[in-house]
């Protein structure tokens, strides 16, 4: 499995940005997908993910400007962040992992920065 994270980028507060991870090598219906946030000083942790079977999940704190979705047919999942504001800045990293398994691929990362 290959993930290949695009988008992000600089943003200034109260923008949009969009997050996209191309999946390749493994269906999306065979995988579970997620992107976990990066901030420096505070670890890594899950905002949003999406199951083998097309459940959608957001962590609640970003439930109100943060939309996960996936394309089958494209093979993405892909992070819509609204109203952005400085503490969504973060390296953001796309994760896979195949249904059933405790394996895990992970995507190269993309910066989002905040500005305003």
């Known amino acids: 499995v290959q993930l290949v994270d695009s988008g992000g980028g600089s943003v200034q507060a109260g923008g949009s940005v969009r997050l996209s991870c191309l999946v390749s090598?493994?269906?999306?219906?065979?995988?579970?997908v997620g992107w976990v946030q990066e901030v420096p000083g505070e670890g890594r942790y899950e905002v949003a993910d999406?199951?083998?079977?097309?459940?959608?999940h957001l962590m609640d704190s970003k439930k109100d400007r943060f939309t996960i979705s996936r394309d089958i047919v494209r093979r993405l999942v892909s992070l819509q962040i609204n109203d952005a504001k400085r503490e969504d800045a973060g390296v953001y990293f796309c994760?896979?992992?195949?249904?059933?398994?405790?394996?895990?691929?992970w995507g190269q990362g993309i910066q989002v920065a905040v500005s305003g």
């Open positions: 994760f896979a992992r195949p249904a059933y398994t405790r394996l895990e691929f």
């Open positions: 999406t199951t083998n079977a097309g459940d959608l």
């Open positions: 090598g493994m269906a999306l219906d065979d995988l579970f």
